[in-house]
C-alpha cells in the first residue's frame, strides 16, 4: 500500500500519518515518582522540546498483579521486590491527574495517559478528556484491554515491542474486525535498548499493513530516534526526565530536556529533507548548474549548412546551451546558422523554431509582454507584443536607453542588487538603505526618460526587501521603513507599484527568510494606508501560501482591486518559483478565474524564459491562452 493510501489517525485538528508532521509524544510515564509538582516539570519541559503530546500511566495494581504478590512481593523474583513498591509509591489519584489534565491544556499540549488495565481505562475515559490511547507493549496481547478500548471510539497506538510476528498479526487482525483506527509504534523493551538490537527496519514489516507506523524508543541518545524519521516514522515516543538519578525504572534510559528539544529539532529538520522520491532541481541548483555545468560548443568555427562532425564539437561552461549528453545527436546534422569557435548549441539547433516562428499574440485576451532587457526587446517586436517589461541590473543604469519611438506600453523593474549588495529598501542599517534608496530614485529617473520612447504612464516594481537570515521579531517594523523609503522617492510620472514576495528568497544563494508583502491582508493593509497599487507575482504568492497553509484563490480575490500588473509562472513548494506553466502546483483554471476581464498588463516570468529566442516566454503564453478570460 502506497502512503498515500494510507489513512491517518485524527486528533482534534491534527492528523497523524505520512506526509503529516512526525506526532512526537514525551513520555513522561511514572518518571513522576509520585510528585504532582514533578509531573507540572515534564509538562513545561515537554511543550519547550516541541513535543505534540505528553503522556503519564496509570495503573490498578490489584486488576495487574496476583492479590498474593501485591501483599508479599518477596515471594516473587527479585525485580517484583524492587519494582512493585515503587509503583505504589508513584501511583497518581484521579485528583492528580486532573489537575495536570487542565495544566496542559494552559500549556497547549496534548495529555495522554496510558491505561494498564481495563479499571484505569474506565477511570481516565470517564474523567479525562484525552483524544487518543496509547497501549504500551506488554498488551498487544491483551485482548480484553484493546477491546475495550476500541468501545470508547478514540483512534489508538499500539507499541509492538517485546511481541512475535504472528501475535501482532492478531492484534491487528482484532482491531480491524472491530473497526478500530490505529498506528503501530515498533519498539525494543531493554532500558535501555543496545543499538545493534533495535533493527530499525523492522518499521517497514509494519508498513506493510497498511497504517501509520512510528517508533517508541528506549536508546540511548536521539540520532537513532531520528533516523526513524528518516525511514518513515509517523510518529516518535520517547521517555522524558527532569533528572536522570532520580529513583525509577526509567531515569536511566530517559531524556533529559535539553536532549529532547535536541531530538526534536533534528527530527523537524530530517522531515524537510526526507522529501520525494523524485528528482527536482531547486532553483540555487539551476543557477550552479549554470555556472558549473557545461554546455555542448563549437571547437572551431562552423559555417550554416556544413555537416557537423565529432572534432569540431568540445564541452565548456556554462550549461546554458545543449547538455554534453547529447552530443552525439548534432553529429551528422547541419549547422543552422554561423556558429562561432565557443560558442554553445541550443535545443534549436537540433530542431526547427517552429514554435517560435509561428508564435501568434493575436489570441491573447489580455495586454501582454515580455521580460526584456536593453540588448534583446527589439527581437520580439515581431510578435507585436503589448508591453515590454526591462529587468534592469546595477550596470543598466548607466547604458543608453534604446533609441526610436514604440508603440507599447512600458514596464520597469527596479535591481535587485547594487554591485554585490541587494537592495533592501526596509533595511535597518542606514546605510544598506540608503544604497536601495539611492537606486530606486535612479531606476525612477530611468522609467520617466523611457515615457518618451513608449505609450502611456511607466510604471516601476520594487521589491520591497525586508529580508533577514533569521524571521524578524518585528515585521511591522520593517514595513513602516519600507513606507518610509517609498515616501523619499520623487515619483512624478512614474506609477510606483510594490511586489508581493516569496518566503525564501534568493540572496547569493542561502536561506534568508522574508519577513513583509507576503499575504494578502498585510498586503492589502499598506496598499489601502498608502494609497499605492501593487505588481502580483503568481509563484510568490503560491510559495507564501504554500509556507503559510493559505489559500492562493483567496489571495487573488482580496488583491484584485490593487493589481495593476501581473507576474505570471508556476511554483511549487516554498523555494521553486518562475516555473514554467503547468510544471508547478498551481491549478490556473481556478486561480485566475478572478481575475476575469482583467484590463491591465501581465507578462509571463518564467525563469531562464528568454533564452533560445525566448521560447519560455512564449510557451508560456500559449498554455495560459486558455485561461486568459
Known amino acids: ?104 491544556g494552559e500549556k497547549g499540549i496534548i495529555f495522554l495517559v496510558n491505561p494498564w488495565d481495563k479499571d484505569s481505562a474506565r477511570s481516565i475515559e470517564n474523567s479525562l478528556h484525552v483524544p487518543l490511547y496509547k497501549v504500551g507493549s506488554p498488551d498487544l496481547t491483551n485482548d480484553e484491554l484493546l477491546t475495550q478500548l476500541v468501545s470508547f471510539k478514540k483512534p489508538m497506538i499500539l507499541s509492538t515491542g517485546m511481541s512475535e510476528a504472528a501475535e501482532i498479526d492478531h492484534a491487528v487482525n482484532l482491531l480491524r474486525e472491530q473497526g478500530a483506527s490505529f498506528a503501530l509504534l515498533h519498539c525494543n523493551n531493554t532500558y535501555p535498548a543496545p543499538f545493534d538490537e533495535i533493527n530499525l527496519r523492522f518499521m517497514e514489516k509494519l508498513q506493510a499493513y497498511g497504517v501509520p507506523v512510528g517508533y517508541s524508543g528506549h536508546e540511548r541518545g536521539v540520532a537513532v530516534s531520528i533516523a526513524a524519521v528518516a525511514r518513515g516514522a509517523c510518529i516518535i515516543e520517547r521517555h522524558l526526565t527532569v533528572d536522570k538519578s532520580l529513583e525509577g525504572p526509567d531515569h536511566k534510559a530517559s531524556l533529559l530536556p535539553d536532549e529532547f528539544k535536541r531530538m526534536v529539532d533534528g527530527m523537524r529538520e530530517v522531515e524537510k529533507a526526507v522529501g520525494q522520491p523524485i528528482k527536482k532541481l531547486s532553483r540555487a541548483e539551476v543557477m550552479n548548474r549554470e555556472l558549473l555545468g557545461k554546455s555542448v560548443v563549437a571547437a572551431k568555427f562552423i559555417a550554416d549548412g556544413t555537416e557537423i562532425a565529432r572534432d569540431m564539437l568540445t564541452a565548456k561552461s556554462p550549461a546554458k546551451g545543449l547538455s554534453p549528453q547529447r552530443m552525439t545527436e548534432l553529429i551528422g546534422t547541419k549547422a543552422q546558422r554561423d556558429v562561432f569557435a565557443g560558442e554553445f548549441f541550443t535545443e534549436d539547433d537540433l530542431a526547427s523554431a517552429a514554435q517560435v516562428e509561428q508564435f501568434n499574440g493575436a489570441g491573447i485576451l489580455w495586454k501582454w509582454g515580455v521580460v526584456v532587457r536593453w540588448h534583446d526587446f527589439a527581437e520580439y517586436l515581431k510578435y507585436e507584443p503589448r508591453l515590454f517589461e526591462f529587468h534592469l541590473s546595477d550596470k543598466d543604469l548607466d547604458e543608453d536607453l534604446p533609441a526610436g519611438k514604440f508603440a507599447q506600453e512600458v514596464i520597469v523593474h527596479a535591481p535587485e542588487y547594487m554591485h554585490r549588495t541587494y537592495l533592501n529598501p526596509a533595511a535597518e542599517d542606514a546605510v544598506e538603505r540608503k544604497i536601495a534608496l539611492d537606486t530606486l530614485q535612479r531606476s525612477v529617473d530611468v522609467a520617466r526618460r523611457l515615457a518618451d520612447r513608449f505609450t502611456g504612464t511607466p510604471k516601476l516594481v520594487i521589491h520591497p526587501g525586508g529580508i533577514t537570515l533569521q524571521p524578524h521579531e518585528e515585521p511591522g517594523k520593517l514595513l513602516e521603513i519600507f513606507t518610509d523609503t517609498l515616501s523619499r522617492l520623487k515619483t512624478d510620472g512614474v506609477e510606483i507599484l510594490p511586489e508581493n514576495l516569496p518566503p525564501r528568497p534568493w540572496v547569493f544563494g542561502g536561506e534568508w527568510v522574508t519577513n513583509i508583502f507576503l499575504l494578502a491582508e498585510e498586503i492589502k493593509n499598506f496598499l489601502d494606508k498608502t494609497g499605492y497599487k501593487m505588481c502580483f507575482d503568481t509563484s510568490h504568492a503560491a510559495l507564501a501560501c504554500n509556507a503559510a497553509g493559505g489559500d492562493l484563490i483567496e489571495q487573488v480575490k482580496i488583491l484584485r482591486p490593487y493589481i495593476r500588473h501581473l507576474h505570471i509562472s508556476d511554483g511549487s513548494g516554498i523555494g521553486e518559483e518562475g516555473l514554467q506553466i503547468g510544471k508547478g502546483t498551481i491549478d490556473w483554471g481556478n486561480v485566475l478565474t478572478p481575475l476575469a476581464g482583467y484590463e491591465h498588463t501581465f507578462v509571463p516570468e518564467i525563469w531562464q524564459g528568454h533564452l533560445h529566442g525566448g521560447r519560455g516566454f512564449l510557451q508560456a503564453l500559449e498554455h495560459l491562452k486558455p485561461y486568459l478570460r
Open 1 to 104: 500500500m502506497s502512503n498515500s493510501e494510507i489513512k491517518p489517525l485524527v486528533v482534534g485538528e491534527r492528523k497523524i500519518g505520512p506526509g503529516e508532521p512526525v506526532f512526537v509524544i514525551a513520555e513522561a510515564g511514572i518518571n513522576h515518582n509520585g510528585s504532582v509538582a514533578r509531573a507540572r516539570e515534564l509538562i513545561d519541559a515537554a511543550g519547550a522540546a516541541g513535543a505534540d503530546a505528553v503522556k503519564f500511566q496509570k495503573r490498578n495494581l490489584a486488576e495487574i498483579y496476583q492479590q498474593k504478590i501485591l501483599a508479599n512481593p518477596n515471594l516473587a523474583e527479585q525485580r517484583y521486590q524492587v519494582y512493585l513498591p515503587m509503583l505504589k509509591e508513584f501511583e497518581l489519584s484521579e485528583e492528580n491527574f486532573i489537575e495536570l489534565e487542565s495544566y496542559a
